[in-house]
C-alpha cells in the first residue's frame, strides 16, 4: 500500500511568477489606501487639534496636495497608521478618499520607536504628550532587550537607554525621567501640567504622591481656586513618603499665603507717561501718585468734618 504524500500546493502565482517577482512584492512602496481603512495607532501619546497649524495643514495639502506619504503597518481589517495622524485628519476635514501610504511590515516595539521619533521634534509638544511618548519608547527598547531602565547613572561608561533617548530628543537623561514621572498623575493634575496651571518641576514632585492623596488634592485646587507651588509640592511629597499627609495637612499647605501671591497693583508705564515729564522715573511717579492719593484722602476727611 502506498503512502500518501501531503505536499504543500503552490499556488497558481506561486507556479508561473519568477523569484524576482516574488522579492519585489515584499519591497516597500507606496500604496493608494482607502482613509477609512487606517486606524489610529494604539495608546498614540500625540494630540490631533484641530487648532491655526491644522488649518495650515489643510491649506497646503488643498493647494499643493499630499507632499509626503504617511506610514503604516498592515494589521487585521486595515492598516494602523504610524506617522501621519495630522496628515489623516487633515485629509478627513478635505474629505479625501484615498491617501498615499508607505506599507512596511514591523513589530509592535519597531512601530512603536518610529512612531515616536517621527513625532518627538514637533514643536509645542505638551508634557503629557512628552511624557506618554518617553514612556513607550523606553518600553518597547526594553522588550527588545535594549533598555537600562535605573534613574542612577551607570558606572560602566556605556550610556543607558534614558541618555540615548533624551540624546535624540534633545533632552537630557534626568529630563526624560522627570517626563516619565509625569505619567503617574492623575489625569487632572496632569491636564492642569499642561495647561501650566502647575508648573512642570511640582508636577514631578507630586507624582509621587498616591493615587487618593492626589484626588484630595485635586479636590482642594478646585475648591480653593489654587495650585501648589514647588516648595509646597516637596512637603507634600516628604509627608507621603513618611505616611502622614492627611486632608487636614493638604489642606493647612494649601490654604497657606504665597509670598509670590501677595495681591499686587501694576500700572502700564504708557498710560502714565503721558501724565509726567519725560525725564521723570518710575520712582518720581509712584511717589507723586502716592502724593495725590493722601491729598484726595484728606479733602474728602474735611468734607466729613464738614458735613456734620
Given at each position: 500500500?502506498?503512502?500518501?504524500?501531503?505536499?504543500?500546493?503552490?499556488?497558481?502565482d506561486d507556479l508561473f511568477s519568477t523569484e524576482e517577482q516574488r522579492q519585489e512584492q515584499k519591497l516597500e512602496r507606496v500604496q493608494e489606501i482607502p482613509v477609512a481603512e487606517l486606524k489610529t495607532f494604539?495608546?498614540?501619546?500625540?494630540?490631533?487639534?484641530?487648532?491655526?497649524?491644522?488649518?495650515?495643514?489643510?491649506?497646503?495639502?488643498?493647494?499643493?496636495?499630499?507632499?509626503?506619504?504617511?506610514?503604516?503597518?498592515?494589521?487585521?481589517?486595515?492598516?494602523?497608521?504610524?506617522?501621519?495622524?495630522?496628515?489623516k485628519a487633515a485629509a478627513e476635514l478635505l474629505g479625501m478618499e484615498k491617501l498615499p501610504v508607505l506599507v512596511r511590515d514591523m513589530t509592535d516595539d519597531e512601530a512603536v520607536i518610529l512612531m515616536v521619533?517621527?513625532?518627538?521634534?514637533?514643536?509645542?509638544?505638551?508634557?503629557?504628550?512628552?511624557?506618554?511618548?518617553?514612556?513607550?519608547?523606553?518600553?518597547?527598547?526594553?522588550?527588545?532587550?535594549?533598555?537600562?531602565?535605573?534613574?542612577?547613572?551607570?558606572?560602566?561608561?556605556?550610556?543607558?537607554?534614558?541618555?540615548?533617548?533624551?540624546?535624540?530628543?534633545?533632552?537630557?537623561?534626568?529630563?526624560?525621567?522627570?517626563?516619565?514621572?509625569?505619567?503617574?498623575?492623575?489625569?487632572?493634575?496632569?491636564?492642569?501640567?499642561?495647561?501650566?496651571?502647575?508648573?512642570?518641576?511640582?508636577?514631578?514632585?507630586?507624582?509621587?504622591?498616591?493615587k487618593e492623596e492626589q484626588a484630595e488634592l485635586w479636590s482642594l485646587i478646585e475648591s480653593e481656586d489654587c495650585t501648589p507651588s514647588l516648595s509646597q509640592a516637596i512637603r507634600m511629597k516628604k509627608l507621603?513618603?513618611?505616611?502622614?499627609?492627611?486632608?487636614?495637612?493638604?489642606?493647612?499647605?494649601?490654604?497657606?499665603?504665597?509670598?509670590?501671591?501677595?495681591?499686587?497693583?501694576?500700572?502700564?508705564?504708557?498710560?502714565?507717561?503721558?501724565?509726567?515729564?519725560?525725564?521723570?522715573?518710575?520712582?518720581?511717579?509712584?511717589?507723586?501718585?502716592?502724593?495725590?492719593?493722601?491729598?484726595?484722602?484728606?479733602?474728602?476727611?474735611?468734607?466729613?468734618?464738614?458735613?456734620?
Amino acid at each position: 500500500m502506498s503512502k500518501k504524500l501531503d505536499l504543500p500546493l503552490s499556488s497558481f502565482d506561486d507556479l508561473f511568477s519568477t523569484e524576482e517577482q516574488r522579492q519585489e512584492q515584499k519591497l516597500e512602496r507606496v500604496q493608494e489606501i482607502p482613509v477609512a481603512e487606517l486606524k489610529t495607532f494604539q495608546n498614540h501619546p500625540f494630540k490631533v487639534q484641530q487648532d491655526e497649524e491644522m488649518d495650515k495643514l489643510c491649506r497646503s495639502i488643498k493647494e499643493y496636495g499630499m507632499l509626503s506619504p504617511l506610514m503604516a503597518r498592515p494589521v487585521e481589517g486595515g492598516y494602523e497608521i504610524v506617522s501621519g495622524h495630522r496628515r489623516k485628519a487633515a485629509a478627513e476635514l478635505l474629505g479625501m478618499e484615498k491617501l498615499p501610504v508607505l506599507v512596511r511590515d514591523m513589530t509592535d516595539d519597531e512601530a512603536v520607536i518610529l512612531m515616536v521619533d517621527s513625532n518627538i521634534q514637533r514643536e509645542n509638544l505638551l508634557p503629557s504628550e512628552k511624557a506618554f511618548a518617553y514612556k513607550m519608547k523606553l518600553e518597547a527598547l526594553k522588550h527588545q532587550g535594549k533598555a537600562t531602565l535605573s534613574q542612577v547613572a551607570t558606572k560602566s561608561g556605556k550610556t543607558d537607554t534614558a541618555s540615548l533617548i533624551g540624546e535624540q530628543a534633545g533632552e537630557s537623561r534626568d529630563q526624560v525621567f522627570h517626563y516619565i514621572r509625569l505619567t503617574e498623575l492623575v489625569p487632572p493634575l496632569l491636564k492642569l501640567v499642561d495647561q501650566k496651571r502647575i508648573a512642570f518641576s511640582p508636577g514631578v514632585e507630586l507624582s509621587y504622591l498616591t493615587k487618593e492623596e492626589q484626588a484630595e488634592l485635586w479636590s482642594l485646587i478646585e475648591s480653593e481656586d489654587c495650585t501648589p507651588s514647588l516648595s509646597q509640592a516637596i512637603r507634600m511629597k516628604k509627608l507621603s513618603q513618611e505616611v502622614k499627609l492627611t486632608p487636614e495637612a493638604l489642606y493647612a499647605i494649601m490654604t497657606e499665603e504665597k509670598p509670590n501671591h501677595r495681591e499686587q497693583v501694576k500700572l502700564p508705564a504708557d498710560r502714565l507717561r503721558k501724565y509726567f515729564p519725560c525725564v521723570t522715573t518710575p520712582e518720581q511717579m509712584t511717589n507723586a501718585i502716592f502724593k495725590l492719593l493722601k491729598e484726595q484722602q484728606r479733602r474728602k476727611q474735611r468734607r466729613r468734618e464738614d458735613a456734620r
